[in-house]
């Protein structure tokens, strides 16, 4: 099977399309970093300024907008192996009794700021090299689980072990097989000393710092992409093109005859439609091939993935198409999900399968598309419901969180206030106004149409009950929700300019349910910022997770 990865560099943004067969199976975003915000990969000198044993996390200090966390999983490697290692009456390691309030620790970023939610820390640090992972907390050698001959495994031990540290170990990459032992022992010391000289960063200075910033942009995306058998590298940048030789030579030398530099007038993406697939993977509903289709939508605890048949049609009745139609979805799926590059916990809602056999090939199906991930993912059973649980590393932010935002006017719902809310409720502020001269009501464009037309009952009411006469006036910029009433007394204005907050929102479409009969949901407020207590442990584990011994 051939292996393809074309690069395109812009101004800021390096992109990488990696293909196997030619298909699409991999998109990586590599962009230089700006500001105080760490990124995954970095490791900080962070004090704790928070131990909350009731969720099991800690909140510690890193120099950023938010507190970033620590939860007993991942900070398990700080306990002095007293006490079962800080574990508590379940076997789970208690945040409690590994950390303490004010105390300074040398952490790397698993997971980045998300939201409200402060980036995520892990005392398992990892190193990263070219063919070898230097592991901070393990003192032993771990095999990428694709050198597979032991042979070769005892070869590579016996190389690595005169250069293991007092303390520390090192996970030896696929690259590294049939590698002269002079290379990995050179490049073994050059992961102990840097490690070595990080320590030594810390004691020098308080904490907050950063003692390594992970690289960004081209630079990154050589490291982490020109590994292996790769048959042809195409790169549109001539300045990159001269790098990555450079860094095949020192690294990689298989790899020079691949690398080609891109020079046609379209664009790399273009040519290989990948900016096609780009923008189809910003949508949530993914079509399947023969018929029906997948909606994939991502909460703040997990990522939701509803399958539907549509018109697909399937002979042996309504089991076979059930069948058919979830072991589609299912291959799609595992496809979606790496490109989208989502993490955490899934939840997949089939289609209804009576028979356990079915259930079977679909659960065996999931597992064997999986199998070409490189990140630790799980595959569970189908319950009596028909949903499918999966969890999957999470490893950088998913896609979509790096091309898009919260769209402002709907709250990030998808979803925002009717127009016939927003005249209501404007409606009952005015209402509540003292008898005056005048009362003018500002809003946008549509909601003042409604107020002049299916609404002009409700305002000749208002009318009525003041005894005064209303204008509406129009503000065209205004979003929906933004409203104001100004009367013709200045003692009796209300504040400029004034804009529902959320507890408005909720209690308009509460009263208006109660007072005309609608049914709109007011847009849900912000959620404290928190983290949960740990259930995905895991989730952002060390680098070895994915290796055996």
């Not at 597979?148 to 005892?154: G, I, L, Q, V, Y």
Request: aromatic share 4%; net charge negative.
């Amino acid at each position: 099977m051939t292996r393809e990865v074309m690069i395109s560099v812009s101004p800021g943004e390096t992109r990488i399309a990696k293909f196997e067969g030619g298909r699409l199976t991999d998109l990586a975003f590599e962009r230089e970093r700006t500001g105080g915000d760490v990124t995954v990969g970095d490791i900080v000198y962070g004090k704790v300024m928070r131990v909350d044993p009731s969720i099991n996390l800690a909140f510690v200090d890193v120099g950023t907008e938010r507190n970033a966390v620590l939860i007993g999983y991942d900070a398990e490697p700080l306990g002095d192996g007293g006490d079962e290692n800080g574990r508590g009456r379940r076997g789970r390691p208690r945040i409690e009794r590994l950390v303490d309030e004010g105390e300074s620790l040398v952490l790397a970023v698993s997971a980045e700021a998300v939201d409200n939610k402060g980036a995520k820390l892990t005392a398992k640090i990892t190193l990263p090299g070219q063919h070898l992972v230097f592991i901070t907390y393990r003192d032993e050698i771990v095999f990428s689980r694709q050198i597979a001959d032991e042979d070769e495994r005892e070869r590579l031990r016996e190389a690595i072990e005169p250069a293991m540290p007092a303390r520390g170990g090192f996970i030896l990459r696929t690259s590294a097989v049939d590698l002269d032992p002079e290379v990995l022992r050179e490049e073994a010391q050059s992961l102990a000393d840097k490690w070595a000289d990080l320590e030594a960063q810390a004691k020098a200075q308080d904490a907050p710092a950063i003692l390594l910033k992970e690289e960004t942009g081209p630079i990154r995306a050589l490291r982490d992409h020109l590994s292996g058998k790769i048959d042809q590298i195409l790169i549109d940048d001539g300045e990159l093109v001269a790098t990555a030789r450079d860094y095949a030579k020192e690294n990689s030398p298989e790899l020079l005859d691949a690398i080609e530099h891109y020079t046609d007038d379209i664009a790399l993406f273009e040519e290989y439609d990948i900016e096609g697939d780009i923008e189809r993977l910003m949508s949530p509903r993914v079509p399947l091939k023969g018929g029906g289709w997948i909606v994939i939508e991502e909460t703040e605890a997990l990522t939701t993935i509803d399958v539907n048949s549509g018109r697909r049609r399937v002979q042996g009745g309504k089991e076979a198409m059930a069948l058919d139609t979830n072991l589609a979805a299912v291959k799609e799926i595992a496809k979606q999900v790496r490109l989208r590059g989502l993490g955490g916990a899934f939840v997949i809602d089939l289609l209804q399968m009576r028979e356990e056999k079915n259930m079977i090939k679909v659960e065996d199906a999931l597992d064997r598309a999986m199998k070409g991930d490189p990140l630790p993912h799980r595959v569970g059973e189908i319950s009596d419901f028909g949903l499918l649980e999966m969890t999957r590393k999470r490893a950088t932010k998913p896609l979509a969180r790096t091309l898009m935002e919260r769209c402002h006017p709907c709250y990030g719902r998808g979803s925002r206030l009717t127009v016939e809310t927003v005249g209501l409720s404007l409606l009952r502020r005015a209402a509540k106004l003292r008898p005056t001269d005048t009362v003018n009501l500002f809003t946008n464009d549509e909601v003042a149409t409604w107020l002049l037309g299916p609404g002009a009952d409700y305002l000749d009411t208002v009318k009525e009950r003041l005894g005064v006469d209303i204008a509406v006036a129009t503000e065209p910029d205004w979003p929906r929700e933004k409203t104001d009433i100004i009367t013709a007394m200045a003692e009796e204005e209300t504040p400029a300019e004034e804009e529902a907050d959320e507890g408005e929102v909720a209690e308009a479409d509460e009263e208006a349910v109660e007072d005309e009969g609608t049914e709109d949901d007011a847009p849900g407020g912000e959620s404290e910022p928190g983290a949960d207590d740990g259930s995905d442990d895991g989730a952002n584990g060390g680098g070895d997770e994915d290796e055996d011994k």
